[in-house]
């Protein structure tokens, strides 16, 4: 959505492809920029790997059908499912190919997950087709140098999901209810296992009572279980589940909270190098964050002192850090104070420069 908006602000007719969903719009103009979400027929059969393979095809087919009425002159893939369309649009229309790797997908979870077949058949696409690439841009420093250690390639470019310079954009919190705790922690994104959550909830349980925590995504079946999880610890009344919030608003959500927490374990190499966009999101709240000890997270909580490191995989770790961030007044009011001023570079409108140097370069080269 940043990179989109960026383009369009800078004179660029961006049009999005886009898998629909229920409760979608399927075409819809939105900061300057078109989206069309594709309707897959396929999409409501079963979840089979082969099934899935069909569905992917179907949407490619009718991705490249759209593409051809676009001609575009630089089309930017993301993933290596996006990567393949992209390639076969530069292939077709001699369009420029920008690939965008969200993740080290050679290393990623879902490699040893239910569809690992799908997904090693991804990482083969993305061996071929990386190579035909114009330009190559990563999340972070460590995953781009690994990008760029196995594919030989010499330039992959850093753009960091980060926020815009946040805005205060108003909330209906009368919906939105946190624990009646006098120091409440906040998590948002995905709710799912490698995220960390079973742990900081065993540690809630040994942690003090005037302290609460809040997590905040989209329902899954993960969630569902570490409701029960928490239920079971008797724990209901200091840990509260919310709903997923806009974009827009999630930053004014966190303002509410007293610290933020990053809990990713490390499950896979692409974990373990991970940079959420959670932890820019708590720094531009204003409020310090809790990061497990992992380095490209700890790196950024350290060099720009805005919180504090625990080990995720040891509950005495968690609860005297937890501990530590809430009775030292003194290091939190100077985390806080960090924030702001890290929020100040730390932000989109300074990362997307090197987003528009690269466009610019591709259109006049």
Known sequence: MRVCKSLSIEGCKVTVLALHDEGLEEQEELDGYHIHRIKVVSKSLSKQPIIHILKYVEFLFKAIFEINKI????????????????????KLWKSRLIYDSHEYWPGAVHQTGRYKSIFKF?????????????????????IAELIGKIYTLEDVVVIRNIPEKATAIQIDMNNIKFPPCEFNIIYTGNVEEGRGIKHIISAMAAIRDEIGL???????????????????????????????????????????????????RNVCESYYLSLPNKIFEYIHAGIPVLVNNLPE????????????CFDINTVSSIVDTIHQMYEDTEHYNQFCKNAVTASQTLNWECEQKQLLQLYKGLVSA
């Open 297 to 308: 997270m700890a790196a950024l909580v350290k060099n720009q002192k805005i919180g504090l």
């Open 214 to 264: 809040v997590i905040v995504g989209r329902d899954s079946l993960y969630k569902k279980k570490m409701k029960s999880f928490s239920r079971s610890l008797k724990l209901q009344d200091r840990i509260y589940f919310l709903p997923a919030v806009s974009p827009n608003e999630i930053v004014s959500l966190c303002r509410v909270a007293q610290a933020g927490i990053a809990s990713i």
């Open 122 to 142: 991804g990482v083969e696409i993305e061996k071929y087709c990386i190579k035909k690439a114009d330009k190559v841009i990563t999340v972070n420093t460590s």
């Open 71 to 90: 001609r575009p002159h630089i089309i930017h893939g993301h993933d290596p499912n996006g990567l393949f369309i992209a390639w076969l649009a530069k």
